[in-house]
């Protein structure tokens, strides 16, 4: 059940452990309030188990709103089906079949290519290959819709082919049928519901998972001074308004995986303010996915070798919880993965 948009208090959890499926569970949690000036304060630091059990006095936690409801659901998020025999985190691998997106572009437009480098991929532990026949980097224009699904639709056939995990990155509801229709499992709307109306109605007539990311206005405009009063709790409001509005749809939340838009309508200072309180939005009860590699957060502070900050950042999002990755450099990602583990 989501609560209300009035509540005026976040939750940020710490102190994890690492399962052995390679799920996040936390023993703590700040309750945390906004100041005037929009930044955060820690109200009181508490233990989670100890409030859902009721092992310590509940009137001292009358003032917050469905607070053990929201406690639980930090640790205890919905996973979907076909996610549920991987371990996490799940990596996602990029092939971007386009001309101009910003790291790749061009470099997989043949199909030849664009198959080596699913199939290198795949070797390498992708666990899911996200396809896009649209770059949706800052300052890029729109594709024919023709011509999108003329470039990935090949690809999305022959990985199907063999039943891999695929997901179709597209805002435009026509590709999202066609891909659909060819079993794709995943829709991966860099719009969050705000570009093509229709997305809706492609969501009620197929039972795919749904990435809904967080972005501000479209590619051309995003980066034009976006401004936020608190970029973590915008974000979280703007998931829970849009999980709202898939309930009222009669959507199955359960189908749906958050992305707070690393880069997409954000300057420098509120990537990282993202990162920062990435946790704050498990409480919503769903998984979540994360995409930094080789973006610019990085590469405006690093001028060169972007693959090691890239790995650090996606395992910071790990330790907060974060499901699934979404990376450009598959192997090196899975290394780092699972040293983190044997280390913790």
């Known amino acids: 059940m989501l609560f209300n948009l009035k509540d005026d208090f976040y939750l940020r959890p710490f102190n994890h452990s690492i399962k052995s499926n390679g799920f996040i569970k936390y023993s703590n949690a700040d309750i945390l309030k906004l100041r005037n000036n929009n930044t955060f304060v820690i109200k009181e630091s508490i233990e989670i188990k100890s409030v859902i059990n009721k092992l310590v006095p509940q009137a001292s936690f009358i003032n917050y709103k469905n607070l053990k409801n929201r406690l639980q659901k930090i640790n205890n998020p919905f996973i979907p089906k076909i996610l549920k025999k991987h371990k996490k985190p799940l990596i996602m691998g990029i092939l971007n079949i386009t001309k101009d997106s910003f790291y790749d572009g061009g470099r997989y437009l043949e199909y030849k290519n664009a198959i080596k480098h699913a199939e290198k991929l795949i070797k390498e532990g992708a666990d899911i290959i996200d396809i896009g026949g649209e770059s949706t980097r800052p300052g890029s224009m729109a594709v024919n819709v023709k011509e999108e699904i003329k470039r990935i639709k090949p690809i999305i056939k022959e990985l199907k082919k063999n039943n891999f995990l695929v997901s179709c990155d597209t805002r435009n509801s026509t590709t999202m049928s ?25 969501l009620k007539n197929y039972k795919c998972l749904y990435v809904l990311m967080h972005s501000k206005e479209t590619p051309t405009t995003m980066q034009n001074n976006p401004i936020y009063n608190n970029v973590a709790c915008d974000i979280y409001n703007f998931f829970t308004k849009k999980l709202m509005l898939l ?40 998984p979540l996915m994360i995409g930094v590699s080789r973006k610019s957060l990085i590469k405006k502070l690093v001028k060169s070798n972007s693959l090691t900050p890239s790995i650090l950042l996606a395992i910071n999002a790990y330790s907060k919880g974060v499901s699934i990755l979404r990376v450009h450099d598959v192997e090196e990602t899975k290394l780092a993965v699972n040293i983190f583990k044997k280390a913790n």
Do not use: C, Q, W
Request: negative net charge; glycine residues 10%; aromatic residues 6%.
């Open 247 to 286: 309930k009222k749809m009669n959507i199955s939340e359960n189908r749906v995986i958050l992305d707070p838009g690393i880069g997409f309508g954000k300057t420098i200072s509120h990537n990282y303010n993202i990162l920062r309180y990435l946790n704050i939005l498990l409480d919503l009860g769903h």
């Open 178 to 202: 066609m891909a659909l229709d060819l079993g794709v499992d995943i829709i991966n709307d860099v719009s969050g519901l705000n570009y093509d109306k229709n997305t809706l109605n492609i």
